[in-house]
DNA sequence: AGGTGTGAATATATTCACAGCT
DNA sequence: AGCTGTGAATATATTCACACCT
């Protein structure tokens, strides 16, 4: 009676689809029509049973014998993440991650468009960037109500996340992707990503002392 | 026979001895002497079983009746992290997100100095950020051996991650940390931790899809 | 009594190996 | 013949439940 995850893919295969995605939007700039499992295990450093493992769970997408479809993969991938259309972000907190992550051009690439900005620096507020005003975070919640946004960026200091996260969850944010070092407390029909760069550098941190002790 | 990683510390252990450490430090902080599995459980959002489990591979570190003395632990955690010391690191690609790294009190707080810069672009070579000079990635393996750097953070466009990997890898670096969305071919000994944003946007993303799904 | 430490039970993930299409 | 799809086997991770120490 595992339940799994909503639909019945597993968490893990969901974490790769994005990778897989990427890949094939590659090929399919090449023109490449016809994938293999092996052939995209290669690009996505796997290997191919876990490739036909993941996509199984998608339903029968391959042809025995012959291999996958890249563009039919494209589209059912899509389709699963959500990502055929485009979905609305927004940036709380515009110091100079936030800003950097304004210009990202991977969100725009991959369906992700930044509407709207917010601080609390009075500095700030007010003051256009790429077309965008920032504005107070007070105002947050009727403005992310407004646009219709699905997703906030946290890109606070670690202190002002959660203060942050509570005012995206009143505009109806339902998604959240945390890149401030600070777990937050949000109601269980909201998600929650959090990018801890620290936290990456430490587990590397630990792989060099390994190496180091193994010396 | 399963040699798990070297010690003898679960991957998934090790995945969250930075969460804990973080919240141990900030008991600390706050003059918290002693924590129990199920408070620091708690700050940490995950389960009392699961602290206990995790704590059992670093060695008997707690008291049966009392609960784990919080210094010992960020002793403990630090030295097997390997961040008792501090830890050099480069950042290549001074774009916005490379200047807004350059910049993260996150850093320097535990332990990660950022000791060198580098790019490929003539504007930005030769300038000083910070009181560092932005370096040619063509003397990257040059500087990175002077200065004994031990981690490379790649914020380079797509197509330059994998020669900015190659030059950091000459370097003598065995750590990467790669923001940028490419997969890096590297010798065995480099250890890689990929981050990108897209990917954690598109799994936000599938949720939302569920949700809207299951409505 | 009150907490840790841990074997056993369960759940999840990966890999293998081969039957089944084309 | 070739490559997918998948049950079975294995490996890894999490949770349970209780013996064991203070």
Chains 1, 2 share one sequence.
Request: hydrophobic share 45%; net charge negative; aromatic share 6%.
């Amino acid at each position: 009676m595992s339940e799994k995850n909503g639909s019945g893919i597993p968490e893990s295969t969901i974490e790769r689809l994005p990778q897989y995605l990427r890949c094939l939007i590659e090929l399919q700039a090449l023109g490449v029509p016809l994938v293999k499992s092996e052939r995209l295990a290669a690009l996505c450093g796997t290997n191919a049973a876990q490739v036909r493992k993941d996509f199984s769970y998608l339903g029968e997408l391959g042809t025995r014998g012959i291999g996958y479809e890249v563009a039919a993969l494209v589209e059912h991938i899509s389709q699963i993440l959500g990502v055929k259309e485009r979905r609305k972000a927004a940036i709380v907190g515009y110091g100079k991650l936030g800003a950097a992550l304004h210009g990202y051009p991977g969100f725009p690439e991959r369906g992700f468009e930044v509407v709207a900005l917010f601080d609390v620096d009075p500095a700030k507020v007010g003051q256009v960037f790429d077309g965008l005003a920032v504005h107070h975070l007070d105002e947050a919640p009727k403005v992310l109500r407004e646009l219709g946004v699905e997703i906030a960026i946290l890109a606070t200091p670690p202190h002002a996340a959660q203060l942050a996260a509570d005012a995206v969850v009143e505009g109806g944010v339902k998604a959240i992707l945390n890149l401030a070092p600070t777990r937050l407390v949000v109601p269980d029909d909201v998600n929650v990503r959090q990018v801890c760069l620290s936290t990456d550098l430490q587990i590397l941190s630990f792989r060099l002392a390994q190496q180091e002790g193994a010396r």
